[in-house]
């Protein structure tokens, strides 16, 4: 399994990033489960969003809830690996095995989980605007952490990156992956995509493109 990218030591977490071999160090500060962040999110959107329920639901016991917006950034960043490993399987039955139903069937898997970049960006998004409004010391504490930051554009910035690549795989087999793509893409992604423009704001001040 790819979960559990996020090693703890101390006051301080470890996290691989996706694609790069780098491990990187951020510390550990306080932080508020991620289910109060509820009380801003469109009603339609707890039921429409697919991995709403399972992560970030009122009592939920999972690392995204309890963990806050640590545990969002370890499944942003499992999903990152998961997407990734399907795909470079794939890639592997196609070329050494030339096994093109095993193939595909891989990417279609990796399909199931490149949307949930989208998702958990949302989720994350939502964490922060909640601080903005109702945990400010917490909300100004995230804002001063520069590592954690950076460690959120290299994650999601590997991701984007990984996912790119699943869609030009897509393109050159257009034939046979074009449904499962575009089935994502109406019943989940669309949705995410249309939410998170609203909400885009706060990841774009969160996200630190130089390293600090």
């Known amino acids: 399994s790819a979960h559990n990218t996020f090693r703890t030591w101390g006051n301080t977490l470890n996290v691989c990033i996706p694609s790069t071999g780098e491990s ?11 289910e109060k962040f509820k009380k801003i999110v469109p009603i339609d959107a707890r039921e429409r969003i697919f991995r709403f329920k399972t ?33 470079l ?4 039955m196609l070329e050494i095995h030339h096994d093109t139903t095993t193939a595909m069937s891989l990417y279609k898997g ?29 909300y100004n504490a995230l804002m001063k952490s520069y590592p954690l930051r950076y460690l959120y554009y290299r994650i999601d910035d590997a991701f984007e990156k990984i996912n790119q690549s699943l869609y030009l795989i897509c393109d050159k087999f ?3 992956l074009d449904y499962t793509r575009s089935y994502y893409q109406k019943t989940h992604t669309d949705y995410s995509q249309e939410l998170l423009l609203k909400e885009q704001s706060y990841l774009d001040k969160f996200k630190l493109k130089a390293r600090p």
């Open 24 to 34: 990187y160090e951020v510390p550990y500060l306080s932080i508020f489960s991620s």
């Open 55 to 87: 992560y970030v639901d009122t009592g939920v016991y999972v690392t995204a809830n309890v963990m806050g917006i640590y545990g969002l950034l370890d499944e942003l960043t499992a999903y990152a690996f998961g997407t990734e490993g399907s795909m």
């Open 89 to 92: 399987l794939g890639n592997k």
């Open 110 to 138: 990796a399909l199931a989980t490149a949307f949930a970049r989208y998702e958990f960006n949302l989720f994350i998004a939502w964490y922060l605007h909640y601080a903005s409004l109702y945990e400010k010391d917490i």
């Open 174 to 176: 257009n034939d046979k």
